[in-house]
């Protein structure tokens, strides 16, 4: 890990060689000058003679005080999606091995759960979500309407088809969660769920989106996110769509007048 004193943002550049995977892997993270933007590369070089089969995966994880139940708000260009199936926790609402359509999650009584939002209830499940195919360009988003803060990830959606919802609401007894966690991941991916990588090659495609990626023999492969930082108008209500274009992030709300937010960044999606 080192700063990277020759580029004229500041920046931090992270790598490591895995030996027994015959894999080299690094990550670039850089501020913007002038804009609350980060700008994130990684790189990932197959060392061995053989192509891998390979998972990629970005953990985006939140947390009190910004994620409260009831009002923190996420938001997916997703179409398709799927609950886990039986086994991932015992205190799971939803029905389980379930399609249903973002973001109203089907639960065990009968009526539906939008996942936009966590309700104040002690549970843990996980659901996977097909990011739209028709996009360009993919995200996340989180947003607290009373903090007036949102943030939001970008990245190209043919790197990242996948977004899985983790969901932990003071549900796990074992440590280190010990039954008091409180968090929410958001993770754009080249997979949907978190299984084995046997598995996820035996399971094939999902929706007719395919599940993970190549990592060609002796090849580098290189993926790029921006992350975004947003003070919000009073009472926003969420993100509908991202566009990147002419050098600005155009973010625009999920509610009737559709406010929009922009910021100037860099051409590096």
Not at 90 to 105: V, Y
Not at 119 to 125: C, I, K, N, Q, T
Not at 167 to 184: D, L
Not at 222 to 240: K, N
């Amino acid at each position: 890990m080192k700063k990277d004193s020759s580029m004229r943002v500041p920046a931090l550049h992270c790598s490591c060689v895995l030996p027994e995977a015959q894999i080299s892997f690094s990550r670039t993270i850089s501020l913007d000058n002038t804009s609350p933007v980060v700008y994130c590369e990684e790189r990932a070089e197959n060392m061995g003679a053989c192509d891998r089969p390979i998972s990629w995966n970005e953990h985006v994880t939140f947390g009190p005080p910004f994620l409260e139940c009831g009002t923190t708000i996420f938001d997916i260009p997703a179409t398709r999606a799927k609950t886990c199936g039986p086994g991932y926790s015992e205190r799971i609402f939803l029905q389980l091995d379930t399609e249903f359509i973002w973001p109203d999650a089907p639960r065990k009584d009968g009526s539906c759960s939008n996942l936009r939002i966590m309700p104040d209830e002690r549970y843990g499940h996980y659901t996977a979500q097909l990011l739209d195919p028709a996009l360009g360009v993919g995200f996340i988003s989180a947003c607290n309407p009373r903090q007036r803060l949102l943030v939001v990830y970008a990245f190209r959606r043919e790197d990242f088809a996948w977004v899985g919802n983790w969901e932990e609401r003071n549900n796990r007894a074992t440590a280190p969660w010990r039954g008091r966690t409180f968090c929410r991941g958001m993770e754009f991916s080249t997979t949907p769920f978190a299984i084995p990588r046997r598995e996820t090659i035996d399971q094939g495609p999902l929706f007719g989106e395919k599940t993970y990626r190549w990592l060609p023999a002796r090849s580098t492969v290189a993926v790029r996110y921006l992350i975004m930082l947003f003070m919000t108008p009073e009472h926003f209500e969420g993100v509908s769509r991202v566009f990147l274009e002419r050098g600005r992030a155009r973010v625009t709300e999920a509610a009737p007048g559709s406010r929009e937010l922009n910021v100037a960044v860099a051409n590096f999606l």
